[in-house]
């Protein structure tokens, strides 16, 4: 099958990457000539594991393409993605403009029947609109169809190819079956494709993002009273997960979520619901426990240093939102490093992925470092901020040469507690018991 793929972000170039690796011929689309050079040579613009690997063969292949050239892209597609932005706006609100302007240059070059996907997270009623952009632009048949991405950045090439599940919305049997088709490959193992109507499958995807969201904001919550009665978050948190109706995942607590998906998910499930006047209370709570608890290690720090953070040097490891990715969007150490920058500490980072762009952002404000262990030299603590697996069996030994003081605040949870007496640490987690030195 024949498919554009409009936007080379995250979401597209693993969507258009994927598609191809099941022997679809598949161009996308970008507007930036030199991004497209670069991919056309097999020079990926992000990182995600495993991706390089597809990514390559299928353009060694053919079946993956580039170009900026939109009508060329479409003339022979028979279903189109919109891969686009759609950061919020002033207001907070979903940004439609990249989508809705693709839309209205696509409707202008059309001239057969053509399956129009959004792909991106988009608001309820987009479909409706992208629809509208069509019926004002062309007589051509199109189909509008709302089709979620469900990918978790660091294992989104897995995600894709065997997704939990497919959710597609039209009201087209034409574009169902076609989807239908396309999707196939990837459920041989019986996943469901599960098919509804376009408002359904939009409002699925900000309802399960802010579900979810709302899962690891509760464990915060769970893990803040821990501290204050004396319980241990590790023990709540199994005794809960072990139940089939609530599960073990994203139990987890820590330092709040970030990233691209979650923060702009909820924010926009908020909104949209104040524009239908529903108040969705839950929601509300949910960003505000966690914009506090982005700097939660930060207020530990404070009061362990006696609310005298100047001119103390802290090592900071892991600056991505989550490992295995590069993606900075949200994450709790840019909360801390501004935090700890403000109140005239000295930081130093080290992250195996994130550190170019977080240079980009901050600049000289912080320090960087080549290696984890170089970050601890005269370091008056350590500040875990990212659970990278590297961090997880660290070389004790060498962490308690290279740091001026056995002092660590750990946002992740990393370390047992017991290992962590053992080695006359001091040691502060999330929602669990203090480890004095």
């Known amino acids: 099958m024949k498919i554009a793929v409009i936007g080379t972000g995250y979401v597209g170039l693993v969507t258009g990457t994927c598609l191809a690796e099941t022997g679809n ?8 000539a030199e991004k497209v050079e670069k991919m056309k040579n097999g020079v990926m613009p992000i990182y995600e594991p495993g991706l390089d690997i597809l990514f390559n063969r299928n353009i060694e292949q053919g079946r993956l393409n580039f170009t900026t050239d939109l009508a060329a892209a479409i003339k022979d597609a028979v279903i189109i993605f919109l891969a686009l932005p759609t950061p919020p706006g002033g ?9 809705l302007g693709a839309a209205k240059d696509i409707a202008n070059l059309v001239d057969n029947y053509k399956v129009i996907v959004t792909k991106s997270t988009v608001p309820v009623g987009t ?23 469900f990918l978790r950045e660091g294992v989104a090439v897995e995600d894709f ?45 900000y309802a399960a993002n802010s579900f979810l969201a709302t899962k690891i904001t509760f464990m915060n919550e769970v893990a803040n009273l821990c501290e204050l009665v004396g319980a241990d978050v590790d023990m709540v948190r199994k005794g809960i997960g072990s139940d089939a109706r609530i599960g073990k995942r994203f139990l987890f607590p820590g330092i709040g979520y970030g990233g691209s ?11 949209s619901s104040e524009e ?22 930060v207020e530990k720090m404070d009061q362990y240093y006696k609310s005298d953070l100047k001119g103390k040097k802290i090592a900071l490891w892991g600056l991505a939102f989550k490992p295995e990715t590069d993606d900075i969007r949200e994450a709790p150490a840019l909360y801390i490093i501004d935090e700890l920058t403000k109140a005239g500490a000295e930081v130093v980072a080290y992250d195996p992925e994130a550190m170019p762009n977080v240079k980009r952002l901050v600049g000289d404000k912080i320090g960087f470092s080549e290696n984890a262990y170089d970050a601890l030299k005269d370091a008056d603590a350590l500040v ?16 308690e040469t290279n740091l001026k003081a056995k002092v660590i605040f750990d946002g992740r949870n990393l370390y047992d507690l017991q290992k962590m007496i053992d080695l006359g640490f001091y040691y502060n987690s999330i929602g669990r018991k203090i480890i004095e030195a």
């Open 25 to 32: 011929n598949v161009t996308c689309v970008d507007i930036v």
């Open 91 to 99: 207001d907070g609100k979903a940004d439609l403009s990249y989508v």
């Open 127 to 149: 479909a409706d609109k992208v629809k509208a952009v069509f019926s004002e632009n062309t007589l051509v048949e199109v189909d509008v169809v709302s089709n979620p991405e």
């Open 161 to 205: 190819m065997k997704p939990d599940r497919v959710v597609v919305g039209t009201s087209s049997e034409k574009a169902r079956a076609l989807m239908g088709e396309l999707y196939a490959p990837y459920v041989r193992s019986g996943n469901p494709i599960i098919f509804m109507d376009e408002r359904s499958s939009e409002l699925t995807k």
């Open 261 to 271: 998906c979650f923060p702009k998910d909820v924010q926009a499930l908020a909104l």
């Open 276 to 297: 239908y006047n529903y108040d969705f209370k839950i929601l509300k709570s949910v960003m505000e426990v966690n914009e506090t608890q982005k700097v939660k290690i």
């Open 384 to 399: 875990i901020a990212t659970e990278w697996p590297l961090f997880r069996n660290p070389d004790y030994n060498l962490m």
